[in-house]
Every structure is written in structure tokens, then in C-alpha cells.
């Protein structure tokens, strides 16, 4: 019985307590539950929570990858360059990052599984490498329409309607304009990643590496390859929301995008707690972005201080990662 | 009558339901080096983990210089003057560190030594500690960048520093190459003509031979014969370890049809002698060999992860050289690793992941898996083989040794193989699940060349149709399995006629 209650507890608790949170908050603030609210608490975490996704996907394959925060703001700075000073159109600015966020990766990849430099330091070299590159091409300086160049130039360039529309556009749902683009993207990508990693072969073989890497590899898994996917997966990710903020923000903005990276490995972290998966999952990474955003959401808006918030989030990452690694091995017979 | 250094009386360790030493009676006497044989699973390591403390003894007694000597833990032992060398190396050093702070690392642990280093003195009592062990490498040089042989040594070293009165060697050379070897054998020669009682701990004849003074011979957690008259009968040594009671088990002999695969003058290594074996359609050859006979080596070629010096591998007459494992199975080589905790078992997958793990390509459409169609695969495996469980979604661990085994051999089954390596399949299985693999590797032979390969006659003589001996990379016998000449068996995998033609070039 007790056991049967253990179990009961460590797969539906972190959903109850969700659940539990949101009748809190929907009675004792005002105006937190409804549709505009809840657009709200989505767009706040549409950004980390793609991020997250990416991040997912190295920690199936037993890596991790630092670099997603200085990626995305790299992919910010790099579209803002293309379309103000080089002036090229949307589409080449989207596909310069997305391909950046593919190289990215693929050298993460690289260093990792040629080089054998770990994946921690590999990634956080990357970061390091990536926050300076961005700011080498305009001297450290934010970049917007009619800054004034080196070479005494104004830059004439303008962000175009079209990529400004990839990050404010609303959908009309229930009401008009309240779905915003970044948060059907969060949602389509999501989609994309739990069923890449939950149903396929090759997720279930990213698994397989991250649990034994060795006994896959013996079973004729090519694991290289799948290491440096899933590096260019979170690499990809990452550029996306580097996109989605630059479009969002309007500017070329240095000092954007700072909390990104600790926001979206917590979210990944906190998503192993989810109905007692004890591992990396696209579902769990989801929830726990939402988690996170629905807890600071609620607090704002019952006048809690700004300042609150990092610890807030401390608070409930510590506490999934208690329910995950301590529930889960007190709970006799594993199994799913 | 000189004291001896070590007497253990009656000695009894279990694990849980597992009697792994049933009153174990050993004397080491000072200056004498006692080799402890014994197959996988004899309990050789267990007992050297109960003297130096790691283990509690469950029963029994331990006088060391004739005093009662129960060690609480590790580091007890030592204070007592009882040392010993673990089987992997890096436990015994620092990496990091170069070799004087290794060599001195004992001496900084203790609490009379200053809070500040002194680098000139740690310098001169590092050099006197290699002096007087002979070892001859830059004190400055760092641990990691030296081979393995002298990271052996200067793990020896340490454990020398503490003038011990019993050193314990747990198959101190199984990674080492020969001429490392010997320049521990002169290590321990030295420290034997200091007094010191060795543990020797191996199933290496070539070391045997070289170094043993005494052997004592595990089997099933007792001993089952000490060798101590010279000179020493290294052939009843090898019968005793590995037991050759005939099992009860009747294999009716197939001699198979056609040549599956061919392998001619293959080299394993440089200076290995070449190997020509044809193994054929529905027969299964078990390769029986000891510790560095060059079994798991052809395993490993024959699977695609090491390369051989050279030779020829033929399938069904074609040319066969695996680049990689993939290269292997999509080729329909596949092999069933040893140790399956490190090298098979996917411990966060249920069975049916973990079985149908290498063929999940044609379980899927597309890219998306059939869950239902993997289900009923797992399900046709489990009840084919027998294996206990509630359901095919059961976690792996959640299943005992013998089963897991079952599911990791399993997963080969399942699609046909042209060649199959099963290595060491028999690994932590108890006899009921070993009889139900055997029954159904063989029930399942045709259309493939079945390889095992396999320390232990016993189990050779359960699966095979034919059993190859290898020795030091090179096939040194061949045996029909049927009347087979068990003393003839036993001097092939000790390597006797090895060494016979040996001492005459």
C-alpha cells in the first residue's frame, strides 16, 4: 500500500502540484485565470522553453550543452547584422542563423566526439567563444537602425515586417490577436522533439546511448553520429529562439538573453520529474517550463518583488530534482 | 617452525543467499610466493577483498605473524601490514601527480607530517624508495604519461613503502604485454628475497610458471588443491580450477554442412602464430582458452572492433573485413558481448526495448516504432527461452542475472544470423537459465555458424559440436565433441606442449 502510494506520488506529484497552483492562484489573484493570462505565462516561456527542448536532447544522449544561451543570443545578434547592416531580406537572416546554430552544434559535436574533450568544458568553451564573437563585428555595441558604423556610415538597414511578424504576431483564439507566433512555434517544436525522442528509433537509440553507451554502441549503434545530432538539435533550437527574441525586441540588443541558459536547463531538469520519468523527456521539459512560468506569473501578479524570482525557481528546481533522484530510489521494483 | 605470515582458518563469506567462500583454509609463509588459481566466479578475489579488509568475514579466523588479525576496514590492513594491489591499476596511483608525490602519498596522509610540503626532502626519500625497488623512471615525470608496467610498479611501490609483511597481487599483469611482465617478475623475485609472503592472484600459466613457489587452486568458492611439491604439477593445477566432471548433458553431434566461415592464416597480433579455422552451417565451436589465450581478441575482429595483423576472412565465400560494428550486423555477424552490465544491458529500457534494440530499423515504419509489433517479438523471444517475468514491459533489472542473460542473448536471436559470437554467454548465469541458453542456441543452429567462446570445459562440453583451444593468440587444438580426451584437453589449455617445443627453438 505504502508502496503503491510512493509510486502514485512520484508520477502524478509534480502535476498535482501544478494543478494545485494554478486553483491557488486562479482564486486568490484576480485576473490570473483566463485567456489573456494564460497567453501571457505561455510567451514568457515560449523562448526558454524551446531552448529547453534542444537541451533535452543532449541530456538523452548523456551530454549536456552550455552554449544554447550565448547560441541564441549569437543568432540575435547575427540576424539583427544581417538585416540592418547588410541589409539582406528575411529569409537569407533566418537561414544564416539556423545554419550558424547547425555549425554550432556540429562542432560541440565534434570537439566532443572526436577530440574527447568533455561536454561540459567543450560547451562552456563554446559559450565563452560565442559571447565574444558576437560582439567583435560591431565593437560591443547594440545594433539598430541608424547607428552609426566604423566607417562613419549609417547603417540604413531595417528589421522587415516579415521577421518582426515571427515574433509578435497574435493568432485570433477565444479572442482576437491572443496566440502569439513564439508560442505556436514553442508548441509546434515541442510536438516535434516528444515524438522525435518518445517514438522513433532514433530517439529510442539516443536513450539507449545515454543509458549505456557502450552496450549500444556494441548492438552496431552508430553513437557518434547521434551525439553530434543531438548537439546540432539543441544547436538549431537554440538559433530558433535566438530568432523568436530578436524579432520580438526589434534591435540587435548585447545585453539580452542573459538568464536564458540557466532558465532552460532548469526547465529540462524539472522536466524529469514529470510522471516519474527520472530521465531527459520532451513532455516533462515542456511542463517544466510552464511550471516555472505559471509560479512567477501567479507570484507577479499577487505583488511579489522582481527580486524574488531566481530564487523562486531555485526553490522549485531543487525541490523536483529531490522528487526525482530521492523518490525514485526509495521506490522498490523500478520499472515504468 | 617459522611463524607464517598469514594463516586463514575456516574462512566463510556470503552474499545474501550467494555462499561465495565455504571455509577456506590458507597458510603464506614469509619469503614464498603462493598462487591463487581459479576460474570466474571462484571466489579468488573475494578472499583476497576478506584479507585486506574490504569484506567482514562472515566465519572463520585470521592470524597474521601469529597474532589474530580481523582488519575493521582497508586502511587497517594496511596499518597491519597487510597491502594489496587491485586488478585495475589507476586505483593504486594518482594520475595527476608525478611519481615522487605518488611514491610519498602514504606518508602525506599521515597526521606527524607537517601542514607544508617539503619538496627537496619528498624529493631524496622518493628516490630512496625507487632505488631500493629498482624502479628507474624521471620522479618528476606525471603518473598518467608513464605505461602501464610502471604505473604497476610504482603502485607496488607505495604499497612497499609501508614495509608490509603480506603484499596481495590481484592479476597484476592482465594488462600488462610480456616484457612489462617480466620486469614485474623481477619486482616480486626481490621482495620475496626480502621476506615478504605474496599472494599471487592469476590464471595466467605463463606467469605461473615464472614466479610460483606454491599453488593453491579455487573452485566454487573452495579449495580445491594446493600444489606445493617441486616440481610443480601445473596440469593437475589447471584440472583442479576447472573442474572437468563430465555433465550429464547429452549433445548429439552435428558436424554441419557447408563452410560458413573461413578464416586463413589470420594474425591476431604481430607476433602471434596465424589461425586457420573453417566453422559451418548449424555447428556450434566453442573456443575455450584462458586469460590472454586470443579468444576475446578474435571475437573482436570477427565483430569489426579490433583489426587483425593480417589474414583472410571468408562468409559463404566472400571476403569479409568489418570496418566497424555496424559493418558487423548489417552483415549478419553478431555477437553477444561479455559481461553484459558494462557491454549489453541498457538498464533505464523494459525487456522488449532492451531485446529488440540492434534490429529496431525493421520494427519501425519510417522512423516511428511499432510498439505493438516490438511487444510481440519480445513476447515470441520470452516464451521461447523461458525467461521470468510478468511482462514485456518489465524494467531489466528488475530481472534476475540468468534471465537478463537470457533477454541479452535473446536479442540476437531474433533475427538470423550468419555468423554468431556468443561470448562468455554463461557469464553470472545460475544452471537451470545456462541449460535453457545452451538447449536453445543449439535447437536454433541451422542456417548459421555459431561461435562460444568460453573459459570453462564444462561449458564447452554442454553447447559445443567441436571445441577449439587457443593459446597466446594461436589455435593449439581441436576436439570432436564426443569421448573427448579430457587430460589431452587440459595440457592444450594450460599450454604443456607450448613450452615443451618452447625450451627447444
Redesign the interface.
Given at each position: 500500500m505504502n508502496d503503491r502510494l510512493l509510486d502514485f506520488a512520484i508520477r502524478y506529484g509534480f502535476l498535482i502540484l501544478l494543478f494545485g497552483m494554478v486553483v491557488y492562484f486562479s482564486i486568490a489573484a484576480p485576473g490570473f485565470f483566463g485567456p489573456l493570462s494564460a497567453a501571457f505565462v505561455l510567451q514568457s516561456v515560449a523562448i526558454t522553453g524551446i531552448l529547453a527542448l534542444g537541451v533535452t536532447c543532449t541530456l538523452v544522449v548523456g551530454g549536456f550543452d552550455l552554449s544554447i544561451g550565448a547560441v541564441a543570443t549569437s543568432a540575435l545578434m547575427l540576424s539583427a547584422y544581417s538585416m540592418v547592416i547588410l541589409e539582406h531580406p528575411t529569409i537569407v537572416a533566418v537561414f544564416l542563423c539556423l545554419a550558424m546554430g547547425a555549425l554550432v552544434g556540429l562542432i560541440n559535436g565534434l570537439l566532443i566526439v572526436k577530440f574527447r574533450v568533455p561536454d561540459l568544458l567543450a560547451t562552456l568553451g563554446m559559450m565563452f567563444l560565442l559571447i565574444g564573437l558576437q560582439r567583435i563585428p560591431t565593437q560591443g555595441n547594440s545594433i539598430a537602425t541608424g547607428m552609426t558604423l566604423t566607417d562613419g556610415t549609417v547603417a540604413e538597414g531595417t528589421f522587415s515586417a516579415a521577421f518582426l511578424w515571427l515574433g509578435r504576431h497574435r493568432f485570433d483564439l477565444f479572442i482576437d490577436r491572443l496566440l502569439p507566433m513564439p508560442v505556436v512555434i514553442f508548441i509546434g517544436i515541442a510536438v516535434l522533439i516528444w515524438l522525435f525522442l518518445g517514438f522513433t528509433r532514433h530517439g529510442r537509440l539516443m536513450y539507449a546511448i545515454g543509458s549505456n553507451e557502450r552496450a549500444a554502441a556494441l548492438v552496431g549503434t552508430p553513437v557518434n553520429r547521434y551525439k553530434i545530432a543531438a548537439y546540432m538539435i539543441s544547436g538549431v533550437t537554440a538559433s530558433i529562439g535566438g530568432i523568436l527574441l530578436a524579432a520580438r525586441l526589434g534591435r540587435g540588443d548585447i545585453a539580452s538573453g542573459n538568464n536564458l541558459l540557466l532558465d532552460s536547463v532548469a526547465a529540462a531538469l524539472i522536466g524529469f520529474a514529470v510522471l516519474g520519468a527520472a530521465r531527459p523527456n520532451a513532455f516533462g521539459t515542456a511542463i517544466g517550463a510552464l511550471f516555472v512560468g505559471i509560479l512567477l506569473q501567479g507570484m507577479t501578479m499577487m505583488n511579489a518583488p522582481y527580486y524574488t524570482q531566481d530564487f523562486v525557481k531555485g526553490a522549485v528546481l531543487v525541490a523536483a530534482l529531490v522528487f526525482t533522484f530521492y523518490l525514485s530510489s526509495r521506490r522498490s521494483g523500478t520499472g515504468h | 617452525m617459522a611463524v607464517d605470515a598469514l594463516r586463514v582458518n575456516g574462512l566463510q563469506k556470503s552474499f545474501g543467499k550467494n555462499h561465495v567462500l565455504r571455509g577456506i583454509d590458507v597458510t603464506l609463509e614469509p619469503g614464498s610466493v603462493t598462487v591463487l588459481m581459479g576460474a570466474n566466479g571462484a571466489g579468488k578475489s573475494t578472499l583476497a577483498k576478506v584479507i585486506c579488509g574490504h569484506h567482514r568475514a562472515d566465519g572463520g579466523s585470521m592470524t597474521l605473524a601469529g597474532q589474530a588479525f580481523d582488519p575493521v576496514d582497508a586502511a587497517d590492513a594496511i596499518r597491519q601490514g597487510v597491502v594489496t594491489v587491485h586488478q585495475s591499476i589507476d586505483d593504486g596511483v594518482i594520475p595527476d601527480l608525478d611519481v615522487a608525490n605518488n611514491l610519498m602519498l602514504d606518508r602525506l596522509v599521515e597526521r606527524s607530517h607537517g601542514l607544508f610540503v617539503r619538496e627537496r626532502h619528498l624529493r631524496a626519500e622518493a628516490a630512496k624508495v625507487a632505488a631500493a625497488m629498482g624502479i628507474d623512471v624521471n620522479l618528476r615525470a606525471r603518473v598518467s604519461d608513464l605505461s602501464v608496467a610502471d604505473r604497476q610498479m610504482i603502485a607496488i611501490a607505495r604499497a612497499m613503502a609501508r614495509a608490509p609483511k603480506v603484499l596481495i597481487l590481484d592479476e597484476p599483469t592482465s594488462s600488462l604485454s610480456a616484457t612489462e611482465a617480466d620486469r614485474l617478475f623481477a619486482l616480486i623475485d626481490r621482495l620475496r628475497a626480502q621476506g615478504v609472503a605474496i599472494l599471487y592472484i592469476s590464471h595466467r600459466m605463463s606467469d605461473i610458471r615464472r614466479i610460483a613457489d606454491r599453488i593453491i587452486v579455487m573452485r566454487d568458492g573452495a579449495i580445491s588443491g594446493t600444489f606445493d611439491t617441486e616440481p610443480l604439477d601445473y596440469e593437475a593445477a589447471v584440472t583442479a580450477m576447472l573442474g572437468h566432471r563430465m555433465t550429464e548433458l547429452d549433445v548429439a553431434v552435428q558436424s554441419g554442412t557447408a563452410p560458413v566461415l573461413e578464416l586463413t592464416d589470420l594474425r591476431l597480433f604481430e607476433d602471434a602464430a596465424p589461425i586457420s579455422l573453417h566453422a559451418r552451417d548449424g555447428e556450434v565451436v566453442a573456443l575455450v582458452g584462458l586469460l590472454g589465450s586470443g579468444k576475446s581478441r578474435l571475437a573482436e575482429v570477427l565483430?569489426g572492433i579490433a583489426r587483425p595483423a593480417n589474414g583472410a576472412i571468408c562468409i559463404n565465400g566472400t571476403d569479409y573485413t568489418p570496418r566497424?560494428?555496424?559493418d558487423?550486423?548489417?552483415q549478419g555477424v553478431f555477437?553477444s558481448?561479455k559481461d553484459r552490465g558494462?557491454?549489453?544491458?541498457?538498464?533505464?529500457?523494459?525487456i522488449a526495448?532492451n531485446m529488440t534494440?540492434?534490429f529496431?530499423?525493421g520494427?519501425?515504419v519510417g522512423?516511428?516504432?511499432k510498439a505493438s509489433r516490438q511487444k510481440t517479438r519480445a513476447h515470441e523471444m520470452v516464451s521461447q527461452l523461458g525467461i521470468v517475468c510478468q511482462s514485456v514491459?518489465?524494467?531489466i533489472?528488475?530481472l534476475s542475472g540468468g534471465n537478463q542473460q537470457k533477454v541479452m542473448i535473446a536479442?540476437w536471436l531474433l533475427e538470423p544470423a550468419k555468423v554468431l559470437l556468443l561470448d562468455e554467454p554463461f557469464q553470472g548465469v545460475d544452471i537451470g537459465a545456462r541449460r535453457d541458453i545452451g538447449r536453445h542456441i543449439r535447437a536454433t543452429a541451422k542456417g548459421r555458424a555459431t561461435l562460444v567462446f568460453l573459459a570453462e570445459i564444462d561449458e564447452a562440453l554442454e553447447i559445443a559440436d567441436r571445441i577449439v583451444v587457443m593459446n597466446e593468440g594461436a589455435i593449439v587444438g581441436e576436439y570432436k565433441n564426443r569421448n573427448v580426451d579430457l587430460a589431452a584437453l587440459v595440457a592444450d589449455i594450460s599450454g604443456a606442449q607450448l613450452t615443451a617445443t618452447g625450451t627447444h627453438p
Open positions: - | 565483430y566497424s560494428v555496424e558487423a550486423v548489417s555477437m558481448p558494462t557491454n549489453a544491458v541498457i538498464p533505464a529500457f523494459d526495448d534494440l540492434p529496431l530499423k520494427l519501425s522512423s516511428f516504432l514491459g518489465d524494467g533489472d528488475t536479442r
